[in-house]
């Protein structure tokens, strides 16, 4: 699945994936990279990605993937948390217009907000 959708920049919503079976999977590196207009992953939560090395950025470049959709992936079990927060290294948070590169760095984002 590795780059699957990458660079499907107008891709606005991806229909029900609940039934997909990635149990198998080993790479989802780069799955969603730059789907800039991506809005919904419905079923993305059921999956079982018992196999999975990787997801590294599988979520860059999403600026339109709400935090709910993105966290959803954090109810995968079989996947340690440290692999499923790969999938938002280098993660880019779009606000208000204004662009902001927000990565796991917590007093980069804390001093943003205050």
């Not at 989802?28 to 590294?56: A, N, Q, V």
């Not at 208000?96 to 796991?104: E, T």
Request: with cysteine.
């Amino acid at each position: 699945m590795e780059s699957m959708f990458e660079n499907c920049e107008n891709l606005v919503e991806i229909s029900d994936t609940s039934l997909w079976n990635v149990e198998n999977v080993k790479s989802m590196k780069h799955l969603f990279y730059s789907c800039k207009k991506l809005k919904c992953i419905p079923g993305i939560e059921h999956w079982d990605p018992r196999e999975l090395d990787t997801c590294e950025k599988m979520f860059q470049h999403c600026e339109s993937l709400s935090q709910y959709e993105r966290d959803k992936i954090y109810s995968w079990k079989n996947v340690s948390k440290l692999k499923k927060d790969e999938a938002f290294s280098n993660f880019t948070y779009y606000a208000d217009k204004g662009a902001a590169a927000l990565g796991f760095c917590k007093d980069v984002i804390s001093n943003f907000f205050n």
